[in-house]
């Protein structure tokens, strides 16, 4: 009888434990990394854990930004692995944590050992992005490398930039005066690609250069960009690593952020003053709009219109203004500023820029 209840009890178990499994593949594909811990967690509590289980788990803390914890889990999973796609699947993910946190020498062995095995489709093409976007493809054999304060600048060319120092000193000093309004801490130093190939770097990466990935700290660039447009992209996004962003908001921090000498009012009503001269129907854009549907408007009109109107919220009130940069959705900024005071400066704001 006693062994009746404990094959009772294991089949029991193996289907809650399977039925657990399953919930956690569910919810990774469903973006629900919270879910996926809470799940794994659990998992681990009652059992010793299996591939799936290590490298869900780790992969989940990846995509929340939470390198550190990811590490162990994923270097477990890399144990129980047995065939070439399952440690394929763990050193990309490695790789990614250990270059997350700047460890880059233990990233690159990740990487040479990625090289040398087939991961799925998924996982080759994320090795293949990741790489190249870290600086691991042989575009970038030739490049030059500086290590300086909170930087670590790649240049293709160094006769293209022209004076060096200048350009260098004037990123490090933007940084400085970025930083001191977030105060972030970052996990590593800022891996800042200067490109002179741009057409080369569009084939590569698929898109126009310049872009940051601030997980990993990383920019690429072209000559011809403001100072301080990406790397406010890194600091704003590591002010909170649970940040939720926006297009209109996080563009806006960008173009705030320049460091340029632009008037950004009067180059946001420029943008309106062009609209009413090429079309005689045009009225006048509603911010509402840009912030709910970001991706509505291209860069040129979106860009300065946003850059305009979070210089207004950054002066309105510097502490609702960080408070909105960690979550930047509309419903945020509803709770942060209230229904009606949000209405204000949106309303206020439209009249000043749409006004003749
Ligand atoms: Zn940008």
Do not use: A, M, R, W
């Given at each position: 009888m006693k062994n009746i209840f404990l094959v009772l009890f294991l089949i029991l178990f193996y289907n809650l434990s399977f039925s657990q499994k399953y919930e956690m593949s569910t919810a990774f594909e469903n973006n629900g990394y919270q879910k996926v811990v809470a799940l794994g967690e659990q998992i681990l509590e009652n059992e010793s854990g299996d591939y799936k289980v290590f490298l869900l788990l780790g992969k989940a803390y990846n995509a929340l930004n939470q390198f550190e914890k990811a590490l162990p889990l994923l270097r477990k999973a890399n144990e129980y692995a047995e065939i070439e796609w399952q440690y394929a699947a763990a050193y990309v993910e490695i790789m990614e944590a250990y270059y997350a946190l700047g460890l880059k020498d233990k990233a690159k062995r990740y990487y040479n050992k990625g090289i040398h095995v087939r991961g799925t489709k998924s996982v080759q093409r994320k090795f293949q992005k990741l790489a190249l976007l870290f600086g691991?493809?042989?575009?970038?054999?030739d490049w030059i490398t500086v290590t300086t304060f909170n930087f670590v600048f790649h240049f293709e060319?160094?006769?293209?930039?022209?004076d060096i120092d200048n350009y260098i000193e004037k990123r490090i000093a933007a940084f400085k005066k970025i930083n001191s309004f977030y105060k972030a801490a970052l996990p590593k130093e800022i891996d800042f690609f200067v490109w002179k190939s741009e057409g080369v770097a569009q084939k590569k990466f698929k898109k126009f250069l310049g872009?940051?990935?601030?997980?990993?700290?990383v920019s690429h660039n072209k000559?011809?960009?403001?100072?301080?447009h990406e790397i406010a992209h890194t600091i704003s996004y590591w002010f909170d690593k649970n940040n939720n962003r926006n297009r209109f908001v996080n563009e806006g921090i960008g173009v705030y952020f320049d460091?340029?000498?632009?008037n950004r009012l009067d180059a946001a009503k420029e943008i309106i003053n062009y609209q009413r001269k090429i079309n005689k129907n045009f009225k006048s854009y509603d911010i509402r709009v840009f912030w709910t549907?970001?991706?509505?408007?291209?860069e040129r009109i979106m860009y300065p219109i946003a850059g305009a109107f979070v210089e207004m919220l950054a002066h309105h009130n510097q502490n609702k203004f960080l408070e909105l940069t960690k979550d930047q959705s509309y419903e945020s900024a509803q709770d942060i500023y209230g229904r009606g005071g949000l209405d204000r400066l949106i309303s206020n704001f439209n009249e000043i820029l749409n006004e003749y």
């Open positions: 691991y493809d042989n575009v970038f054999n060319d160094i006769e293209h930039i022209g872009f940051t990935n601030p997980k990993y700290c000559l011809s960009q403001t100072v301080g460091c340029s000498e632009t549907h970001p991706y509505e408007y291209p």
